[in-house]
């Protein structure tokens, strides 16, 4: 029973941390659009397109620093 736990809470906490990219990922989106409407320019969203990798490794990065995932119940102190 622990293994099945253990290999939910794995799959729980992954399955969370693509909802999260994918959330950051449609916010730019999302603002981009209603900046520009529904017929954007592309020569604006492909540099967002280059970015891409940056924003995702970034976000990655920032959620490790600040023990975003982090399951040890400690609360970060500011």
């Known amino acids: 029973m622990h293994t099945h736990f253990h290999k939910f809470f794995k799959l729980s ?16 989106i999302l603002a981009y659009t209603i900046k520009f409407g529904t017929n954007p320019p592309i020569a604006n969203l492909e540099p967002y397109y280059e970015l891409i990798p940056v924003i995702t490794l970034s976000a990655i990065i920032l959620f490790h620093i600040y023990g975003l995932y982090n399951t040890h119940g400690k609360a970060m102190e500011i």
């Open 13 to 28: 906490k992954f399955i969370v941390f693509i909802v999260d990219l994918l959330l950051i990922h449609t916010g730019f």
